[in-house]
């Protein structure tokens, strides 16, 4: 099986610790991962900014970056929505054969906890995570994706670890993408609603499935001085009791985190 990362522009820039927990993670459970640097942005921030014609290059180079692939994996729903929801309209107004070649890439683009739940069919991941936490749904893995339970099912595997309901779990958080930025009165308010559930279960962490979701919450709780840590489900699963999670980022034995055995996607024309 030939799996790819995707690792999200999010992540990429602002918290690749998702990105490489996200590779120990299927490496832990016998994976070998690549990660093909010619992938860039999905397209979400132009396409939701009503600009569908400056996706089309990033549609093309999504399509290059991930052929021959069995599967392509990424922390992050609502990239995984926009390949399958956006990519498909997107191709099918530019023409020139991009339809047929979305059409194969979407089906192989997996959000995480779906990967593992339904193409591995796996839900104890051998984790380790002695703290409470509370799940944070995101709009576009919840209703765009349909992922249920999926997440809360791999949470429920993690020894040591509290799951504990989040009131009103099914609320926006108020991020949205341009709509933060478009709306932030709103946006902020609606992050405080959230922020005060979250709080209110007196877990100390709150897991969620995108990073932006999450930098959006984060901001919030920071400013209100709160100890509860915004956590990525992909860091919370990587976890083990070899090599814990901790809350300064840094690795167990203090020396720079790798990504173990993942390498660079070999050249065109060669097999992994």
Not at 39 to 49: E, F, H, K, L
Not at 92 to 102: E, K, P
Not at 136 to 142: N, R
Not at 242 to 262: K, L, N, V
Request: a positive charge.
């Amino acid at each position: 099986m030939r799996v790819a990362l995707f690792a999200t522009c999010v992540n990429d820039a602002l918290l690749p610790s998702t990105a490489i927990a996200t590779v120990r993670l299927l490496e832990r459970i016998g994976l070998d991962v690549d990660f093909p640097a010619a992938q860039s942005c999905c397209g979400q921030p132009q396409y939701n900014s009503g600009y569908p014609r400056a996706c089309e290059p990033l549609v093309r180079r999504t399509v290059r970056a991930f052929a021959g692939y069995d599967h392509v994996v990424t922390p992050s729903g609502s990239c995984v929505a926009t390949v399958r929801d956006a990519h498909p309209r997107i191709a099918a107004r530019a023409g020139g054969g991009l339809a047929s070649a979305v059409a194969a890439l979407t089906p192989r683009v997996h959000e995480l906890s779906e990967f593992l739940v339904d193409v591995l069919g796996v839900e104890d991941v051998g984790a380790w995570f002695p703290h409470t936490v509370t799940y944070h749904p995101s709009c576009h893995g919840l209703r765009l994706l349909g992922l249920g339970d999926r997440p809360l099912r791999l949470l429920r595997a993690v020894r040591g670890l509290e799951l504990l309901e989040l009131p009103n779990a099914e609320e926006c958080c108020g991020f949205g993408g341009t709509f933060a930025v478009k709306n932030p009165a709103v946006s902020a308010a609606m992050a405080a609603d959230k922020t005060a559930h979250a709080l209110s279960t007196g877990a100390r962490v709150l897991c969620g499935g995108d990073n932006s979701c999450l930098l959006h919450l984060g901001g919030t709780l920071r400013r209100q001085g709160a100890a509860l840590r915004p956590l990525h489900l992909a860091e919370i699963l990587a976890s083990t009791e070899a090599e814990p999670w901790r809350p300064d980022g840094a690795p167990p034995d203090g020396g720079p985190r790798r990504a173990g055995r993942s390498r660079p996607a070999p050249a065109p024309g060669r097999t992994a």
